[in-house]
């Protein structure tokens, strides 16, 4: 598999870019019910309204022409709004409350767009009086979340069968209930009003209820919903779990791939690709195939997406064997919507519109990674301009596409497809080659993440100065997959240089070990780089891994615990450089709910249990 100048084009070809056109919209329009069919005609209207409005930006010389996906004229007119409420306010509020409002029956877009014309006509400095903004946003726009209702999850009960058998001491077994009753807080569904009128509104209509992360995200996340799944399955709650999936492959067959949270303005970037991993985990509890065999087809259009256009690299190394590898690169080259005045201010101290703009797609696609954002994308870090997402293949996305091809070789096996299978086994491997040679780094005994010295669209050679020798939880990775925490020789490299690398703090896996003020740097830590590499060791035949594996798990569930207890809700990150204290740092105030952090929270639970003689307290 490591010829010379090997070609290792992807395996399906989709007649159609996702950079140009929208896939047809087909999954729901056989052998489901009247409800399905009307959802689904409404969808394909609001995806052919929106296929209008997609565009490639300029190819002028002083332009980044790059793809562009455009949003749509609502989202357009918020952004307006949005501005003139920071300009207004004497305290900032979330911008993202506004980009998130509703049109309000019977007002149109029309209607509302010059109501607010007059009252920003005679204001040079953008503001309003705040009086007149609240009037007019009453009048013409529904609050955010009211297109969101509760919706109570069928499978869900307060004390499931067989719930945490291994969770022996009565203290945890109360405050795992507490979390898992959590599910209830964040289950919705979309309202009628979405369905019938998408056009009024940023939440994209979806088929089967959510889990939201609850506080100011209002809609569902992509790759939160693996650890999200991981949590329901844990909480029996198999039909809520599906129906996640069954969300996120409507999306793909909508657009080409998962995007990053179903809104009209996340239309232009995806996150890191975890749904072969939903349906894998989901399969291994159920056993259904029908799952596995609806999943296939828009697995292959999802992969497609990642290793085409301009995710796709190729790395040549010293003994000129090409290697296929992924980056991510958003579709967009303006501020993100959601966080539009930050992103204008950001960029303010560029003087071309060049760099404006591709400092604006570098930005979009740090928010792609998931890591939005880090000292990981930054050239000279800490200094927040010098963002540069696109020039750097990652290791983790690597990891995450890796497991796809595993698991859509799983799915054809046992779908009897075994040609389709050994294909992807045969790419699997190739991406382990690319792994050794491209990331992995002996004398640091981890992967390093590799940043590229042009634009990535040509194939250019690996310089072992390309590496970026920064640690970041990131780079051990991929010990989540079998092929790596299998190998006694590698894992124990990896244990070592884990144990003198500075990550693990008294309340877990530190993301970085630089204090940026970013939220995704220390002295943060998240749900899903705990749960990546503390499976990664629990699974491996390691002695000393395992053992490492269940200290960090329970560091990780103590201080959730003592977070939960003193503040009375689940937090997205923990400061895990101190025991029992939540994250801060970012573009946004810390969030609460919290749909990954519960779903880890259950599985360390499920994986480890308590013991009845052991302390959940320090």
């Known amino acids: 598999m490591t010829s010379h100048k090997q070609n290792l084009s992807p395996i399906f070809t989709l007649s159609s870019s996702p950079y140009k056109s929208f896939f047809s919209f087909h999954f729901f329009a056989t052998s489901i019910d009247l409800k399905r069919q009307r959802f689904t005609s409404i969808f394909l209207l609001l995806c052919l309204s929106f296929a209008t409005s997609m565009a490639v930006s300029d190819s002028d010389s002083d332009s980044d022409s790059g793809p562009v996906v455009q949003t749509t004229p609502l989202v357009t007119f918020l952004q307006r709004v949005q501005l003139t409420a920071l300009r207004s306010y004497p305290k900032k509020p979330d911008p993202k409350l506004y980009i998130d409002l509703s049109l309000k029956l019977p007002h149109d877009l029309s209607s509302a767009e010059s109501a607010f014309d007059d009252l920003t006509s005679g204001s040079r400095d953008l503001s309003v009086p705040v009086e007149k903004l609240e009037k007019l946003l009453h009048e013409y726009f529904d609050d955010p979340g009211e297109d969101l209702v509760h919706h109570e999850p069928e499978d869900f009960v307060s004390d499931p069968t067989e719930f945490l058998l291994k969770v022996e001491n009565n203290q945890v077994r109360e405050w795992a209930r507490e979390v898992h009753c959590l599910w209830r807080n964040l289950s919705c569904r979309v309202s009628d009003s979405v369905i019938e009128s998408p056009d009024r509104h940023t939440l994209l209509p979806l088929p089967e209820p959510v889990i939201i992360p609850g506080s100011r995200f209002r809609e569902v996340y992509y790759w939160d919903s693996y650890w999200v799944i991981k949590g329901l399955l844990t909480s029996k709650m198999f039909t809520t779990a ?44 159920t056993k259904d195939k029908e799952l596995v065999r609806k999943a296939i087809p828009v697995l292959l259009k999802e992969y497609e997406f990642w290793n085409s256009g301009k995710h796709k690299v190729v790395i040549r190394d010293p003994s000129g064997n090409d290697h296929i590898l992924s980056r991510y690169y958003a579709m967009w080259n303006m501020p993100r919507p959601e966080s539009s005045v930050f992103d204008q201010e950001s960029a303010s101290g560029f003087s071309s519109r060049l760099e404006k703009q ?11 990674s998931g ?82 010295s042009s634009s990535g669209d040509e194939p250019e050679t690996w310089k072992p100065d390309n590496q970026n020798h920064n640690v970041f939880a990131s780079n051990f990775a991929p010990i989540w997959i079998s092929s790596f ?30 204090n940026s003020g970013q939220q995704w740097d220390a002295p943060n830590g998240w749900a899903p780089q705990q749960e990546m590499i503390v499976t990664g060791l629990a699974r491996s035949g390691l002695k000393e891994a395992k053992e490492m594996a269940e200290e960090i798990a329970r560091r990780w569930i103590r201080s959730s615990y003592r977070v939960y207890k003193t503040s009375g809700t689940i937090h997205e990150k923990l400061d895990v450089s ?40 320090p």
């Open 485 to 514: 925490h299998s190998d006694e020789n590698l894992i124990k490299k990896v244990v070592k240089a884990l144990e003198n690398s500075g990550l693990i703090a008294p309340a877990g896996i530190l993301t970085s070990l630089t």
């Open 358 to 368: 591709r400092f604006h797609r570098d930005i979009a696609t740090a928010a792609e």
């Open 578 to 617: 101190e025991f029992g204290e939540y994250g801060g740092g970012g573009e946004y105030k810390p969030q609460t709910g919290f749909g990954w952090s519960n779903g880890v929270i259950l599985t360390f639970l499920e994986d480890f249990g308590w013991p009845s003689d052991l302390s959940i307290e």
């Open 242 to 285: 599906q129906g996640l999936v069954t969300n996120l492959m409507s999306l793909v067959e909508t657009y080409g791939y998962v995007l990053n949270g179903a809104r009209a303005y996340y239309t232009n970037r995806s996150q890191p690709p975890l749904l072969s991993s939903m349906v894998y985990e989901i399969y291994n509890v």
């Open 371 to 452: 890591w939005d954002f880090s000292t990981r994308w930054m050239r000279h870090p800490p200094n927040f301009t010098t963002m540069a997402t696109t020039s750097v293949v990652p290791v983790d996305l690597n990891v995450f596409l890796l497991k796809m091809e595993l698991d859509i070789a799983f799915m054809m096996e046992i779908s009897g497809d075994k040609n389709g299978s050994q294909r992807f086994v045969k790419a699997s491997e190739a991406r382990e080659k690319a792994f050794e040679a491209v990331f992995w780094n002996e004398k640091a005994g981890q992967w390093l993440d590799y940043w590229l």
